[in-house]
Protein backbone atom coordinates (compact mmCIF):
# COMPACT_ATOMS: atom_id res chain seq x y z
CA UNK A 1 0.00 0.00 0.00
CA UNK A 2 1.33 3.45 -0.82
CA UNK A 3 0.14 6.44 0.65
CA UNK A 4 1.35 10.03 0.28
CA UNK A 5 1.60 12.56 2.50
CA UNK A 6 2.52 15.81 3.46
CA UNK A 7 0.40 18.91 5.17
CA UNK A 8 0.75 22.42 6.33
CA UNK A 9 -0.31 23.31 10.15
CA UNK A 10 -0.86 26.65 12.11
CA UNK A 11 -2.87 27.99 13.84
CA UNK A 12 -4.41 31.46 13.31
CA UNK A 13 -4.95 33.99 15.97
CA UNK A 14 -6.69 36.85 13.13
CA UNK A 15 -6.50 39.93 16.39
CA UNK A 16 -2.72 39.33 15.57
CA UNK A 17 -1.38 41.94 13.62
CA UNK A 18 1.71 40.57 12.56
CA UNK A 19 1.97 37.59 9.42
CA UNK A 20 3.22 34.34 9.04
CA UNK A 21 5.33 34.38 6.62
CA UNK A 22 7.30 31.45 4.87
CA UNK A 23 10.75 32.47 7.37
CA UNK A 24 8.72 31.56 10.38
CA UNK A 25 7.95 28.14 9.42
CA UNK A 26 11.50 27.83 8.09
CA UNK A 27 13.07 28.71 11.58
CA UNK A 28 14.20 25.80 13.14
CA UNK A 29 12.58 25.00 16.89
CA UNK A 30 10.16 27.97 15.91
CA UNK A 31 8.23 26.05 12.70
CA UNK A 32 9.11 22.59 11.19
CA UNK A 33 9.91 22.53 7.44
CA UNK A 34 10.29 18.94 6.62
CA UNK A 35 10.83 17.68 3.29
CA UNK A 36 10.90 13.77 2.24
CA UNK A 37 13.12 11.48 4.82
CA UNK A 38 13.45 14.52 7.03
CA UNK A 39 9.15 13.69 7.46
CA UNK A 40 10.19 10.17 8.26
CA UNK A 41 12.47 10.75 10.67
CA UNK A 42 10.02 12.42 13.06
CA UNK A 43 9.54 8.86 13.81
CA UNK A 44 9.04 8.61 17.59
CA UNK A 45 8.44 12.00 18.41
CA UNK A 46 5.87 13.57 20.52
CA UNK A 47 4.11 14.79 17.17
CA UNK A 48 1.68 13.64 14.83
CA UNK A 49 4.17 12.25 12.44
CA UNK A 50 5.67 10.61 15.26
CA UNK A 51 2.57 8.43 15.21
CA UNK A 52 1.70 8.50 11.86
CA UNK A 53 5.60 7.22 10.69
CA UNK A 54 6.02 4.28 13.20
CA UNK A 55 1.91 2.80 12.41
CA UNK A 56 3.13 2.73 8.59
CA UNK A 57 5.89 0.77 9.57
CA UNK A 58 4.15 -1.72 11.60
CA UNK A 59 1.42 -2.00 8.64
CA UNK A 60 4.04 -2.59 6.00
CA UNK A 61 2.44 0.72 4.20
CA UNK A 62 5.11 2.85 2.29
CA UNK A 63 4.80 5.97 2.78
CA UNK A 64 5.73 8.57 0.36
CA UNK A 65 6.47 11.87 2.07
CA UNK A 66 6.42 15.49 0.31
CA UNK A 67 6.58 18.71 2.34
CA UNK A 68 5.43 19.56 5.94
CA UNK A 69 5.30 23.06 7.35
CA UNK A 70 4.14 23.40 10.96
CA UNK A 71 4.42 26.72 12.58
CA UNK A 72 4.06 28.38 16.57
CA UNK A 73 0.35 29.95 16.43
CA UNK A 74 0.16 33.22 15.18
CA UNK A 75 -1.26 35.95 12.58
CA UNK A 76 -3.07 34.99 9.47
CA UNK A 77 -0.25 33.11 6.89
CA UNK A 78 0.63 35.27 4.22
CA UNK A 79 -0.57 33.88 0.30
CA UNK A 80 3.52 33.75 -0.74
CA UNK A 81 4.04 31.38 2.50
CA UNK A 82 0.60 29.10 1.75
CA UNK A 83 0.98 28.79 -2.16
CA UNK A 84 4.84 28.11 -1.81
CA UNK A 85 4.25 25.20 0.33
CA UNK A 86 0.54 24.18 -1.14
CA UNK A 87 2.69 24.28 -4.51
CA UNK A 88 5.45 21.57 -3.60
CA UNK A 89 2.43 19.51 -1.79
CA UNK A 90 0.64 19.30 -4.63
CA UNK A 91 3.58 18.28 -6.91
CA UNK A 92 4.62 15.82 -4.28
CA UNK A 93 1.47 14.24 -4.82
CA UNK A 94 1.44 14.79 -8.29
CA UNK A 95 4.74 12.60 -8.62
CA UNK A 96 3.55 10.28 -6.29
CA UNK A 97 0.95 8.88 -8.56
CA UNK A 98 -0.32 5.90 -8.82
CA UNK A 99 -1.41 6.00 -5.12
CA UNK A 100 -3.39 4.02 -2.77
CA UNK A 101 -4.47 7.02 -0.43
CA UNK A 102 -3.67 10.82 0.97
CA UNK A 103 -3.11 11.26 4.63
CA UNK A 104 -2.45 15.16 5.13
CA UNK A 105 -1.50 16.59 8.46
CA UNK A 106 -3.20 19.61 8.90
CA UNK A 107 -4.07 22.15 12.03
CA UNK A 108 -7.41 23.01 11.08
CA UNK A 109 -7.55 26.54 11.96
CA UNK A 110 -5.16 28.04 9.50
CA UNK A 111 -6.57 30.96 7.76
CA UNK A 112 -4.80 33.30 5.41
CA UNK A 113 -4.72 36.90 4.65
CA UNK A 114 -6.98 36.94 2.33
CA UNK A 115 -9.03 33.74 2.99
CA UNK A 116 -10.22 31.95 6.02
CA UNK A 117 -10.24 28.60 5.47
CA UNK A 118 -6.98 27.78 4.27
CA UNK A 119 -7.13 24.04 4.64
CA UNK A 120 -10.42 23.84 2.64
CA UNK A 121 -7.70 25.68 -0.33
CA UNK A 122 -5.38 22.96 0.36
CA UNK A 123 -7.94 19.66 0.62
CA UNK A 124 -9.18 20.96 -2.15
CA UNK A 125 -6.15 20.99 -4.24
CA UNK A 126 -4.45 18.01 -3.13
CA UNK A 127 -8.13 16.47 -4.37
CA UNK A 128 -8.15 17.92 -7.97
CA UNK A 129 -4.87 15.91 -8.39
CA UNK A 130 -5.56 12.52 -7.49
CA UNK A 131 -9.62 12.55 -8.26
CA UNK A 132 -12.56 11.15 -6.29
CA UNK A 133 -11.80 8.13 -5.55
CA UNK A 134 -8.70 8.25 -3.65
CA UNK A 135 -9.51 8.42 -0.06
CA UNK A 136 -7.98 11.23 1.48
CA UNK A 137 -7.89 11.56 5.08
CA UNK A 138 -6.28 14.19 7.53
CA UNK A 139 -5.54 13.95 11.73
CA UNK A 140 -6.72 17.41 13.16
CA UNK A 141 -6.17 19.41 16.15
CA UNK A 142 -8.81 19.78 18.97
CA UNK A 143 -8.92 23.28 18.07
CA UNK A 144 -10.16 23.26 14.50
CA UNK A 145 -12.50 25.42 12.87
CA UNK A 146 -14.63 23.02 11.26
CA UNK A 147 -15.43 24.28 7.33
CA UNK A 148 -17.79 22.94 4.98
CA UNK A 149 -15.23 22.54 2.21
CA UNK A 150 -12.70 20.87 4.98
CA UNK A 151 -15.67 18.26 5.25
CA UNK A 152 -16.58 17.85 1.36
CA UNK A 153 -12.90 17.13 0.57
CA UNK A 154 -12.09 14.73 2.98
CA UNK A 155 -12.98 10.94 3.53
CA UNK A 156 -12.75 10.95 6.86
CA UNK A 157 -10.67 12.86 9.71
CA UNK A 158 -9.68 12.38 13.51
CA UNK A 159 -9.11 14.89 16.02
CA UNK A 160 -7.07 15.59 18.86
CA UNK A 161 -8.97 14.26 21.93
CA UNK A 162 -6.78 15.77 24.66
CA UNK A 163 -5.74 18.94 25.41
CA UNK A 164 -3.27 19.68 26.61
CA UNK A 165 -2.33 17.97 22.92
CA UNK A 166 -0.08 14.71 24.47
CA UNK A 167 -1.98 12.70 22.09
CA UNK A 168 -0.86 13.67 18.81
CA UNK A 169 0.89 10.76 18.04
CA UNK A 170 -1.83 8.46 18.91
CA UNK A 171 -4.09 10.47 16.08
CA UNK A 172 -1.91 10.59 13.63
CA UNK A 173 -1.79 6.36 13.99
CA UNK A 174 -5.75 6.17 13.98
CA UNK A 175 -5.78 8.56 11.18
CA UNK A 176 -3.36 6.16 9.26
CA UNK A 177 -5.02 3.17 10.61
CA UNK A 178 -8.37 4.11 9.65
CA UNK A 179 -7.22 5.48 5.89
CA UNK A 180 -5.39 1.97 5.49
CA UNK A 181 -9.01 0.04 6.17
CA UNK A 182 -10.54 2.26 3.86
CA UNK A 183 -8.13 1.20 1.43
CA UNK A 184 -8.37 -2.21 2.14
CA UNK A 185 -11.95 -1.88 1.91
CA UNK A 186 -12.84 -3.14 4.51
CA UNK A 187 -14.28 0.09 5.99
CA UNK A 188 -16.83 2.78 3.61
CA UNK A 189 -16.65 5.78 5.69
CA UNK A 190 -20.16 7.62 6.04
CA UNK A 191 -19.30 11.17 7.88
CA UNK A 192 -21.52 13.11 9.69
CA UNK A 193 -20.62 17.02 10.88
CA UNK A 194 -22.88 19.46 13.61
CA UNK A 195 -21.82 22.91 13.93
CA UNK A 196 -22.77 24.57 16.89
CA UNK A 197 -23.74 28.28 17.06
CA UNK A 198 -21.51 28.30 20.13
CA UNK A 199 -18.05 29.61 20.56
CA UNK A 200 -15.76 28.80 23.64
CA UNK A 201 -12.80 30.11 25.42
CA UNK A 202 -9.86 28.01 25.17
CA UNK A 203 -9.33 27.45 28.91
CA UNK A 204 -12.55 25.93 29.34
CA UNK A 205 -11.75 22.65 26.68
CA UNK A 206 -8.89 21.63 28.85
CA UNK A 207 -8.62 17.73 29.62
CA UNK A 208 -6.30 17.46 32.84
CA UNK A 209 -9.87 18.65 34.80
CA UNK A 210 -13.54 17.86 34.06
CA UNK A 211 -14.19 20.99 31.85
CA UNK A 212 -17.29 21.60 29.61
CA UNK A 213 -16.29 20.16 26.73
CA UNK A 214 -14.17 17.01 28.61
CA UNK A 215 -17.89 15.53 29.15
CA UNK A 216 -18.82 15.39 25.47
CA UNK A 217 -14.88 14.05 24.37
CA UNK A 218 -15.45 11.26 27.42
CA UNK A 219 -18.68 10.38 25.88
CA UNK A 220 -16.54 10.45 22.00
CA UNK A 221 -14.57 7.94 23.54
CA UNK A 222 -17.27 5.56 24.35
CA UNK A 223 -19.15 6.15 21.12
CA UNK A 224 -15.85 5.04 19.50
CA UNK A 225 -16.27 1.41 21.29
CA UNK A 226 -19.86 0.95 19.88
CA UNK A 227 -20.48 -1.34 16.95
CA UNK A 228 -20.10 0.53 13.68
CA UNK A 229 -18.55 3.97 14.73
CA UNK A 230 -14.99 4.48 13.19
CA UNK A 231 -13.87 7.74 14.87
CA UNK A 232 -15.67 10.36 16.55
CA UNK A 233 -14.46 13.92 16.83
CA UNK A 234 -15.09 16.85 19.45
CA UNK A 235 -14.10 20.20 17.91
CA UNK A 236 -13.48 22.75 20.66
CA UNK A 237 -12.92 25.48 17.54
CA UNK A 238 -10.30 28.33 18.04
CA UNK A 239 -12.29 31.17 19.42
CA UNK A 240 -9.80 34.00 18.77
CA UNK A 241 -10.23 33.51 15.29
CA UNK A 242 -12.82 35.89 13.43
CA UNK A 243 -13.84 33.20 10.31
CA UNK A 244 -17.40 32.44 10.18
CA UNK A 245 -16.87 29.20 10.88
CA UNK A 246 -15.43 29.27 14.45
CA UNK A 247 -16.67 27.55 17.02
CA UNK A 248 -17.41 24.10 18.86
CA UNK A 249 -18.18 21.56 16.16
CA UNK A 250 -18.40 18.00 15.56
CA UNK A 251 -17.51 14.89 13.08
CA UNK A 252 -18.58 11.35 13.65
CA UNK A 253 -17.37 8.59 10.94
CA UNK A 254 -19.17 5.49 11.25
CA UNK A 255 -18.86 2.43 9.09
CA UNK A 256 -21.47 2.48 5.99
CA UNK A 257 -24.09 4.12 8.31
CA UNK A 258 -24.49 7.85 7.71
CA UNK A 259 -28.21 7.73 10.09
CA UNK A 260 -25.95 6.73 13.07
CA UNK A 261 -23.25 9.26 12.02
CA UNK A 262 -25.72 12.04 11.93
CA UNK A 263 -27.44 10.76 15.66
CA UNK A 264 -23.76 10.92 17.02
CA UNK A 265 -22.90 13.90 15.76
CA UNK A 266 -25.37 15.75 17.00
CA UNK A 267 -25.52 13.93 20.65
CA UNK A 268 -22.13 15.11 20.81
CA UNK A 269 -22.86 18.47 20.22
CA UNK A 270 -25.94 18.52 22.43
CA UNK A 271 -23.99 17.55 25.08
CA UNK A 272 -22.19 20.91 24.69
CA UNK A 273 -25.05 23.05 23.65
CA UNK A 274 -26.86 21.65 27.26
CA UNK A 275 -23.52 22.64 29.14
CA UNK A 276 -22.90 26.46 27.29
CA UNK A 277 -23.27 28.18 30.13
CA UNK A 278 -20.72 26.50 32.12
CA UNK A 279 -18.23 27.21 29.19
CA UNK A 280 -17.26 30.55 30.89
CA UNK A 281 -14.30 31.20 33.03
CA UNK A 282 -13.75 33.45 35.83
CA UNK A 283 -10.17 34.27 35.85
CA UNK A 284 -8.92 35.56 39.71
CA UNK A 285 -7.48 39.60 39.85
CA UNK A 286 -3.87 39.92 39.22
CA UNK A 287 -3.12 41.03 42.86
CA UNK A 288 -5.22 38.73 44.19
CA UNK A 289 -4.06 36.09 42.49
CA UNK A 290 -0.21 37.33 43.90
CA UNK A 291 -1.18 37.83 47.68
CA UNK A 292 -2.53 34.22 47.56
CA UNK A 293 0.36 32.63 46.26
CA UNK A 294 3.09 35.19 48.43
CA UNK A 295 0.91 33.86 51.61
CA UNK A 296 1.78 29.60 50.51
CA UNK A 297 3.13 27.43 52.60
CA UNK A 298 6.86 26.88 52.60
CA UNK A 299 7.90 24.66 49.44
CA UNK A 300 4.61 25.36 47.70
CA UNK A 301 4.58 26.33 43.89
CA UNK A 302 2.17 28.49 42.37
CA UNK A 303 1.49 28.54 38.75
CA UNK A 304 -0.25 32.05 38.43
CA UNK A 305 -1.37 31.38 34.25
CA UNK A 306 -0.96 34.54 31.95
CA UNK A 307 -4.17 32.82 30.00
CA UNK A 308 -4.76 35.91 28.04
CA UNK A 309 -1.43 36.26 26.57
CA UNK A 310 -0.73 32.74 25.60
CA UNK A 311 2.18 32.41 22.56
CA UNK A 312 -0.10 28.92 21.97
CA UNK A 313 -2.63 30.93 20.70
CA UNK A 314 -0.70 33.29 18.46
CA UNK A 315 -0.17 36.44 20.82
CA UNK A 316 2.85 38.42 20.69
CA UNK A 317 3.89 37.34 24.89
CA UNK A 318 5.09 40.76 25.70
CA UNK A 319 2.02 41.18 28.12
CA UNK A 320 3.36 43.62 31.72
CA UNK A 321 0.08 42.94 33.65
CA UNK A 322 1.54 40.12 36.00
CA UNK A 323 5.30 41.31 35.83
CA UNK A 324 3.96 44.57 37.03
CA UNK A 325 1.81 43.51 40.04
CA UNK A 326 4.89 40.61 41.23
CA UNK A 327 6.91 44.19 41.59
CA UNK A 328 4.28 46.10 43.01
CA UNK A 329 4.20 43.22 45.37
CA UNK A 330 7.98 42.56 46.37
CA UNK A 331 7.10 39.52 44.96
CA UNK A 332 10.08 36.83 46.13
CA UNK A 333 11.03 33.66 44.72
CA UNK A 334 9.02 34.21 41.68
CA UNK A 335 10.30 33.21 37.98
CA UNK A 336 8.32 34.85 34.89
CA UNK A 337 8.33 32.65 31.15
CA UNK A 338 8.41 34.85 29.45
CA UNK A 339 8.75 38.48 27.78
CA UNK A 340 9.31 38.76 24.33
CA UNK A 341 11.16 42.02 23.67
CA UNK A 342 14.15 41.79 21.39
CA UNK A 343 15.20 45.47 22.10
CA UNK A 344 15.52 44.77 25.57
CA UNK A 345 17.44 41.29 24.84
CA UNK A 346 20.27 43.87 22.56
CA UNK A 347 20.44 46.06 25.65
CA UNK A 348 21.45 43.41 28.22
CA UNK A 349 23.26 41.36 25.91
CA UNK A 350 25.43 44.40 25.19
CA UNK A 351 25.82 45.18 28.94
CA UNK A 352 27.08 41.81 29.30
CA UNK A 353 26.72 38.83 32.22
CA UNK A 354 26.46 40.61 36.01
CA UNK A 355 25.97 44.07 34.27
CA UNK A 356 23.24 46.26 36.15
CA UNK A 357 20.44 47.47 33.36
CA UNK A 358 17.52 49.71 33.52
CA UNK A 359 15.26 49.33 30.53
CA UNK A 360 11.79 49.32 29.37
CA UNK A 361 10.07 45.96 28.55
CA UNK A 362 7.32 44.30 27.32
CA UNK A 363 4.10 45.89 25.95
CA UNK A 364 5.76 46.75 22.58
CA UNK A 365 4.46 44.69 20.01
CA UNK A 366 0.79 45.81 20.00
CA UNK A 367 -1.31 47.83 22.48
CA UNK A 368 -3.43 44.92 24.11
CA UNK A 369 -1.76 43.38 26.72
CA UNK A 370 -0.55 46.44 29.45
CA UNK A 371 1.59 49.12 28.73
CA UNK A 372 6.18 48.67 28.63
CA UNK A 373 7.68 48.53 31.94
CA UNK A 374 10.06 50.08 33.66
CA UNK A 375 12.84 47.82 35.27
CA UNK A 376 16.01 47.93 36.90
CA UNK A 377 17.97 44.35 37.59
CA UNK A 378 21.39 42.52 37.29
CA UNK A 379 21.63 40.08 33.68
CA UNK A 380 22.46 37.10 35.28
CA UNK A 381 22.22 34.63 32.38
CA UNK A 382 23.01 35.27 28.43
CA UNK A 383 21.70 31.97 26.45
CA UNK A 384 21.80 31.27 22.78
CA UNK A 385 17.91 30.35 23.61
CA UNK A 386 17.10 26.75 22.09
CA UNK A 387 16.84 23.46 23.65
CA UNK A 388 15.32 20.00 24.13
CA UNK A 389 11.97 19.09 25.25
CA UNK A 390 11.26 16.80 27.75
CA UNK A 391 7.60 16.38 27.45
CA UNK A 392 5.28 14.41 27.86
CA UNK A 393 4.05 17.44 25.21
CA UNK A 394 6.47 17.28 21.61
CA UNK A 395 8.91 15.60 23.36
CA UNK A 396 11.87 14.80 21.27
CA UNK A 397 11.63 17.87 19.33
CA UNK A 398 13.81 21.46 20.22
CA UNK A 399 12.13 25.14 20.90
CA UNK A 400 13.91 28.04 19.88
CA UNK A 401 13.19 31.41 21.08
CA UNK A 402 16.00 33.03 20.10
CA UNK A 403 18.65 34.39 22.61
CA UNK A 404 17.10 34.81 26.40
CA UNK A 405 18.51 36.68 29.09
CA UNK A 406 17.59 36.18 32.67
CA UNK A 407 17.28 39.04 34.54
CA UNK A 408 17.08 39.19 37.99
CA UNK A 409 15.01 42.20 39.44
CA UNK A 410 14.69 43.14 42.83
CA UNK A 411 17.89 41.01 43.82
CA UNK A 412 18.85 37.55 44.25
CA UNK A 413 16.00 35.40 45.53
CA UNK A 414 13.14 38.20 44.03
CA UNK A 415 11.99 38.06 40.32
CA UNK A 416 13.97 36.42 37.42
CA UNK A 417 12.72 37.22 33.89
CA UNK A 418 13.01 35.73 31.30
CA UNK A 419 13.59 38.22 27.84
CA UNK A 420 13.49 36.46 24.74
CA UNK A 421 13.80 37.18 20.85
CA UNK A 422 11.00 34.98 19.77
CA UNK A 423 7.47 34.58 21.39
CA UNK A 424 7.06 31.22 22.73
CA UNK A 425 4.49 28.98 24.87
CA UNK A 426 6.24 27.65 28.45
CA UNK A 427 4.51 24.33 28.12
CA UNK A 428 7.43 22.21 29.61
CA UNK A 429 9.59 22.18 32.73
CA UNK A 430 13.28 23.38 30.53
CA UNK A 431 11.37 26.66 29.81
CA UNK A 432 12.83 27.13 33.03
CA UNK A 433 15.42 24.15 33.61
CA UNK A 434 17.30 25.07 30.60
CA UNK A 435 17.91 28.61 31.90
CA UNK A 436 19.29 27.71 35.12
CA UNK A 437 15.95 27.82 37.16
CA UNK A 438 14.43 25.08 39.00
CA UNK A 439 11.03 25.68 39.17
CA UNK A 440 9.89 22.79 41.26
CA UNK A 441 12.16 25.47 44.21
CA UNK A 442 9.47 28.58 43.06
CA UNK A 443 7.01 29.83 44.72
CA UNK A 444 5.70 31.58 41.58
CA UNK A 445 5.94 30.62 38.08
CA UNK A 446 4.07 33.09 36.15
CA UNK A 447 3.47 30.90 32.49
CA UNK A 448 2.20 32.89 29.45
CA UNK A 449 0.07 29.79 28.37
CA UNK A 450 -3.81 29.27 28.21
CA UNK A 451 -3.63 25.46 29.08
CA UNK A 452 -0.54 24.06 27.40
CA UNK A 453 1.26 24.46 30.16
CA UNK A 454 -0.72 22.10 32.30
CA UNK A 455 0.62 18.83 31.28
CA UNK A 456 4.09 19.37 32.72
CA UNK A 457 3.35 21.87 35.12
CA UNK A 458 0.01 21.05 37.18
CA UNK A 459 2.15 17.51 38.79
CA UNK A 460 4.87 20.16 40.31
CA UNK A 461 2.14 22.54 41.18
CA UNK A 462 0.58 23.38 44.66
CA UNK A 463 -2.01 25.12 42.44
CA UNK A 464 -2.84 26.94 38.96
CA UNK A 465 -4.10 30.05 39.15
CA UNK A 466 -5.94 31.81 35.73
CA UNK A 467 -5.16 35.78 36.02
CA UNK A 468 -7.32 37.99 34.81
CA UNK A 469 -5.19 39.79 32.34
CA UNK A 470 -5.66 41.68 28.99
CA UNK A 471 -4.48 39.91 25.92
CA UNK A 472 -5.61 38.54 22.49
CA UNK A 473 -6.30 34.99 24.22
CA UNK A 474 -8.84 36.00 26.71
CA UNK A 475 -11.52 33.88 28.02
CA UNK A 476 -13.44 37.05 28.09
CA UNK A 477 -14.73 36.50 24.13
CA UNK A 478 -16.83 39.69 24.11
CA UNK A 479 -13.79 41.61 24.58
CA UNK A 480 -12.89 40.52 20.64
CA UNK A 481 -14.33 42.76 18.19
CA UNK A 482 -15.68 40.17 15.83
CA UNK A 483 -17.07 41.57 11.86
CA UNK A 484 -16.33 38.01 9.94
CA UNK A 485 -18.43 35.33 12.34
CA UNK A 486 -21.35 33.80 11.69
CA UNK A 487 -24.42 35.60 14.28
CA UNK A 488 -26.27 34.85 16.19
CA UNK A 489 -23.93 32.94 18.08
CA UNK A 490 -23.25 32.33 21.72
CA UNK A 491 -22.61 33.43 24.34
CA UNK A 492 -22.13 36.94 22.31
CA UNK A 493 -26.03 36.64 21.21
CA UNK A 494 -28.51 36.21 23.77
CA UNK A 495 -31.22 34.54 22.02
CA UNK A 496 -29.73 31.79 20.46
CA UNK A 497 -31.49 28.65 19.23
CA UNK A 498 -30.12 25.34 18.68
CA UNK A 499 -31.15 23.52 16.60
CA UNK A 500 -32.06 26.74 14.45
CA UNK A 501 -29.10 28.81 14.34
CA UNK A 502 -26.41 26.67 13.20
ZN1 LIG B 1 -4.80 23.07 19.69
Redesign the pocket.
Known sequence: MRIVTGGIAQ?TNTFQWQPTTLDDFARPGFGTLVRGEQILALDGTGTVYGGVVGEARRRGITLVPTTYGGVMPGGRVTRAAFDALSEEIVAGVRSALPVDGVLLVLHGAMALEDADDAEGLLIGAVRSVVGPDVPIVAPL???TNLSDEMVAGLDALVGYKE?P?TDMPETGAAALALLASIVEGASHPAMAHTRLPLIAPNQSMVTTWQSPLKHAIDRSREMEREPGVLAATLFGGFPFADVPFAGISTVVVTDGDPALARRCADELAGICWERRRDFTIHPTPVSTAIAEAMAGPDGSVFVLADIADSGASGTAGDGTALLRGLIEAGARSAAVAQIMDPEAVAACVEAGVGAEVTLTVGGKHDRLHGPPLDVSGSVRLIHEGSFPIAGPMGSGTVATRGRTVVLEIGGPGAIELQLTELRGHPHDLNFFRAFGIEPTERRILVLKSAAHFRAAFEPIATKVIEVETPGISSADLSSFAYERLRRPVYPLDDSVQWPGDA
Do not use: G, Q, S, T
Open positions: EDLHYH
